[in-house]
């Protein structure tokens, strides 16, 4: 009679970066099944994760199965087989912990290369030992990188990843992308010889026809204000290199998260590419970004938020008016009483524009029209039923997805590229008297192959982050739908913060008229940012220049006293 088999798993997992020790996941599954027959066990089940990281046991989905399996009492395993205790985990505090959770239901691992087994005395000593130095050493992996792109800074090269707007990449190195570096110039001319701020620069550049180039899979062509300030911050352009501007920081009372953190201090060195604007323009820039970039701490009527502040729009320059306060204050010079009012923010010079409309326009007189309007909305009876059929509408993001896939299987052809490449640089013969020219040629290829990849790994988060911002965008339009259907019974219990961080998710624009007409009226049109029910239809916008979109009782909302 054959002594009943030992029942057992088997991990396996693969970094995307390099196959450890020359071990693809087909040859380790192929050492372990091997090892498994040998010693008489069963293999009940493979877990594998391909492309995960093994720095912490999080982000790895088949091993955190694997773990609630044992931890279930699923399959009566005695054995977890491993290829090395690396597969297993490099972190000593994880493979510990994992080990012991393991062990806790009675499974022991066997690292099948190493040669450890944690059923016999030794074994989970070696496991100790060697998961500290695993841990070690990758801890020495990365201080040799950043001390070596530490180095590569201070010689003044570029360290890797895509060429900052305004220049190109020619053999690593910067070179000036003329039909970029006028926008480059434009920017900094604007911004250190007129009054215009970073997002009237944008502004600017977007009314006059310039169009920035789309490059690392950015769709827009348009500027943003984000975009000016990143160039006026980044010292590149007057021929400097930044490094360690931003460092990964762990994250405190946690173990593997880290977050990224603007830095203070960093180096600067002169680099060997050419800038595009002088260091005087530079530095001029730059004492202007330290003034402009001071916030002002409120002192003075701090529960009050300007709640309409930039959604509602000057009747002649279509610009937002912002929140202001008149202080009207006692013969003896103390503090009276705050007028809040909302006026064009160009009524002055600002930014390069001037506006000539003087009107200022009492904010509760504002505020409560417009609230009066999304009351009417919503009292609506078939205004509940219409929304209740909006929320939890699926979204097509089919799109995207596909943009993601093609970028992984792009990933995954450069990847593949690399590891055959890396074989064949070991496969060279050294007597050849090619030898060194046919390497050289090869670690050329090998680091373009490395930008190429990191370059989609870039493409693949943008567009990951782009797919997670339509999804928030579509809980955030549930979220303001379930208000929406509560808004009579929480609004009035609202502070103006909230009141404000409301109405910005909901209304894109409040315009209005110049003057307050003869039956009272002075709102123009709303435009929402998300669809509601209103009159027999969806719509996104309010008009009260359109006759058919006005009913008696919303017009009576801007009638003041006449209503009554």
Request: proline share 1%; charged share 35%.
């Amino acid at each position: 009679m054959k002594n009943k088999k030992i029942r057992c798993y088997v991990y396996i997992r693969v970094s995307t970066t390099m196959q450890v020790d020359g071990y693809s996941l087909d040859a380790q599954r192929d050492k372990l099944r091997k090892y498994a027959e040998y010693q008489n066990m069963e293999i009940v089940q493979e877990f594998a994760d391909e492309g995960k990281s093994g720095k912490s046991v999080e982000g790895r989905p088949e091993f955190q199965r694997m773990l609630d399996n044992i931890e279930d009492g699923k399959d009566d395993v005695q054995f977890v087989l491993v290829f090395k205790l690396s597969r297993f985990g490099r972190n000593a505090a994880d493979v510990l912990n994992s080990l012991q959770r393991m062990q806790d239901f009675g499974v022991n691992l066997i690292c099948v290369e190493d040669g450890i087994d944690s059923s016999k005395d030794s074994g989970k000593l070696m496991i100790s030992v060697l998961s500290a130095v695993a841990e070690i050493e990758r801890e020495n992996i990365l201080v040799q990188t950043m001390e070596g792109r530490k180095q590569k800074a201070r010689e003044g090269k570029w360290n890797g990843g895509f060429a900052p707007y305004g220049y190109k990449l020619v053999n690593g190195e910067l070179q000036i992308a003329e039909d970029e570096a006028e926008v480059i110039r434009l920017i900094y001319d604007k911004f250190i010889h007129t009054n215009m701020g970073m997002s009237a620069i944008a502004s600017w550049l977007n009314q006059h026809g310039y169009k920035k180039k789309k490059r690392q899979n950015n769709t827009l062509d348009a500027f943003a204000t984000s975009f000016i300030k990143g160039v006026l911050d980044n010292p590149v352009y007057c021929g400097k290199l930044a490094f360690g501007r931003r460092k990964n920081e762990k994250v405190p009372g946690t173990r593997n998260e880290y977050r990224i953190v603007k830095q203070e201090e960093y180096m600067l060195n002169d680099g060997i590419h050419e800038g595009i604007i002088s260091e005087e323009d530079w530095e001029l820039a730059h004492q202007k970004r330290q003034k402009t970039g001071v916030s002002y701490e409120k002192t003075h009527s701090l529960e009050h938020e300007h709640i309409l502040s930039g959604i509602l729009k000057c009747p002649l320059c279509g610009s937002g008016m912002y929140g202001n306060v008149n202080r009207k204050k006692r013969k003896d010079g103390t503090l009276y009483k705050d007028y809040f009012y909302y006026a064009c923010k160009h009524r002055r010079l600002v930014d390069g524009h001037n506006c000539s409309y003087r009107k200022q326009w009492s904010e509760d007189k504002v505020n409560d029209a417009v609230e009066e309007v999304i009351r009417k909305l919503v009292r609506n009876p078939k205004f509940e039923e219409a929304i209740l059929n909006k929320i939890g509408a699926r979204i097509d993001t089919s799109e995207v997805e596909k943009e993601i896939e093609e970028l992984e299987k792009q990933h995954r052809q450069l990847t593949g590229a690399k590891n055959r490449l890396g074989q064949q640089m070991d496969s060279l013969d050294i007597t050849d008297r090619f030898y060194e020219k046919k390497y050289q040629d090869m670690e050329t290829r090998l680091y373009r192959l490395y930008d190429e990849i990191e370059g989609v790994e870039n493409g693949i988060s943008e567009v990951k982050n782009r797919l997670l911002n339509i999804k928030q965008k579509k809980i955030s339009e549930d979220n303001v739908y379930q208000f929406l259907l509560y808004f009579d019974k929480l609004y009035d219990k609202f502070t103006d913060l909230e009141k404000k961080e409301f109405l910005n998710s909901f209304v894109e624009q409040v315009d209005i008229y110049e003057q307050e007409q003869p039956d009272g009226r002075f709102l123009k049109h709303i435009k929402f940012r998300f669809p509601v029910y209103f009159n027999g239809s969806e719509i996104e916008e309010l008009s009260w220049d359109n006759e058919s979109t006005v009913e008696v009782v919303i017009m009576m909302t801007y009638c003041g006293d006449k209503k009554k």
